[in-house]
């Protein structure tokens, strides 16, 4: 779906009627997953970063087919309740979703959508979402201060088991680590495409998580139909990300910008199999790395350039995107896809290999699948078997990156020291404790 021009330079709402009913006929309240079936009340609540990370943002959620217009209101937060006497109330664009997968029903949804504008740097809001007796609790977000420090997540694939083994990991996130500005997704967030239960318990693993801390997600191959390559239109529709990308490749290729960090999201699925969107990723990048005035860059996509896998070489990503990101000296890379945990450089010229230097390329996963890892000249450290959440801390001249297991406990560490002359120095703080293999 395609995102129109906010109104008043907030938002623009439109809503698209349904007559379906609100539950499938063949479901009852016994049924093991009705809990994720659609109702009047709001669900699969999400913030998302928008390109422009300081000053707007996107909110998404879900209502049954009875809902056919949808209202966001939200207000600078209080110490109290008085934020209550200066709300804003938003329409938001509506649209119908009609999803099935094997033995799922049918399912016919609404999802709402709102781009919050206008909003300060530093500023605390709180929003609620839905209409009439209908309402979700108040949610409150912070946007990130103009202070040039930025503080994420970053998980691997979750894909698989996502309800009961992902939520573990991203809960234990957020109580041992200080507060994020957000996270991301390095695709593969679900099994099956357009399995719309499986979609239901990844929202049901981040929960209030997800309608708090704004994310950002790449696509994985799990989010494409096959032959040809096509996104599941549970993408567009649930999410609410930033269109600055190649045509036709909207919320899957983008940029987001900080003060002092650009963070791209690349569609590895389409790299791998369209030469056109290939291509057009290609002219993309180079073009808003040629004209990059961010001090970091950290680029997201789903195929790692070196695989960890002993039976997996992603060539597409080594021959085509590999080059650019050497040329303009990419910070980070940060993947997913081979179910393994792997941390190093590698920067090949005239045939031959230097792991002292270029980007450092990173390999994790968040969910409990999991594959062998190879050992590689390129890996400074590495894992079999671990489920893994990272934290990037980009503060000035020196970008901090830490690898947690499940357990809460440290894995791998670095820093990334930016000189004068803009030349990386990279300084390990790996913890003194044995790999995992």
């Not at 021009?5 to 009913?21: D, F, K, Q, Y």
């Not at 979609?199 to 693993?205: I, P, R, S, T």
């Not at 987001?256 to 590895?268: C, H, R, T, Y």
């Not at 050992?375 to 489920?387: E, F, H, S």
Request: glycine content about 6%; charged content about 20%; overall charge negative.
């Amino acid at each position: 779906m395609s995102k129109l021009p906010m109104l008043r330079g907030l938002i623009l709402a439109i809503a698209i009627t349904s007559p379906m009913c609100a539950f499938p006929q063949n479901s009852s309240p016994g049924d093991a997953n009705f809990h994720l079936l659609p109702s009047h009340k709001p669900d699969r609540i999400i913030l998302n970063l928008s390109e422009n990370p300081l000053e707007e943002i996107g909110v998404n959620w879900r209502t049954d087919t009875t809902i056919t217009v949808a209202h966001l209101e939200f207000a600078k937060a209080t110490p109290g309740p008085e934020f209550r006497d200066q709300i804003q109330h938003l329409q938001a664009l509506t649209e119908t979703l009609v999803s099935q997968h094997d033995d799922e029903p049918v399912i016919h949804a609404k999802y709402h959508q709102v781009k919050l504008k206008g909003l300060e740097a530093g500023g605390k809001y709180v929003y609620r979402v839905g209409g009439g007796h209908s309402w979700s609790e108040w949610y409150q977000f912070t946007i990130p201060t103009d202070d040039k420090e930025v503080n994420f997540l970053y998980f691997g694939d979750v894909q698989n088991e996502v309800s009961s083994m992902f939520s573990r990991v991203i809960r234990e996130a957020i109580i041992n680590l200080p507060k994020m500005d957000f996270t991301v997704y390095a695709g593969d967030l679900i099994n099956h495409e357009s399995a719309d239960f499986e979609w239901g318990g990844w929202f049901e693993a981040g929960q209030w998580i997800h309608a708090s801390i704004p994310s950002m997600m790449t696509p994985g191959n799990h989010e494409f139909s096959k032959n040809p390559a096509t996104l599941t239109p549970h993408w567009n529709t649930q999410f609410n990300l930033p269109a600055n990308g190649p045509q036709g490749l909207e919320e899957t290729t983008y940029e987001v910008n900080f003060p002092e960090l650009k963070i791209i999201s690349l569609d590895g699925e389409q790299i791998d199999e369209s030469p056109s969107y290939r291509k057009a990723q290609m002219v993309w990048l180079r073009d808003i790395l040629t004209n990059n005035p961010r001090k970091w860059t950290v680029v997201t996509f789903h195929y790692p350039v070196y695989a960890t896998a002993p039976d997996r070489y992603h060539d597409k990503m080594i021959d085509f995107i590999r080059p650019i990101l050497q040329e303009f000296n990419v910070d980070l890379a940060i993947q997913g896809h081979d179910h393994a945990y792997a941390r190093g450089r590698a920067y090949e010229q005239d045939g031959k290999m230097d792991y002292k230097k270029g980007t450092v390329y990173v390999v994790s996963v968040a969910g409990p699948k999991m594959y062998e890892v190879k050992a590689d000249d390129w890996m400074d450290r590495k894992a079999y078997g671990t489920q893994t959440y990272q934290w990037i801390q980009v503060k000035e001249n020196i970008l901090t990156f830490r690898t947690y297991t499940a357990l809460g406990e440290l894995y791998d560490s670095f820093e990334i020291q930016k000189n004068s002359d803009g030349e990386n120095i990279l300084i390990n703080h790996i913890p003194n404790t044995p790999e995992r293999l």
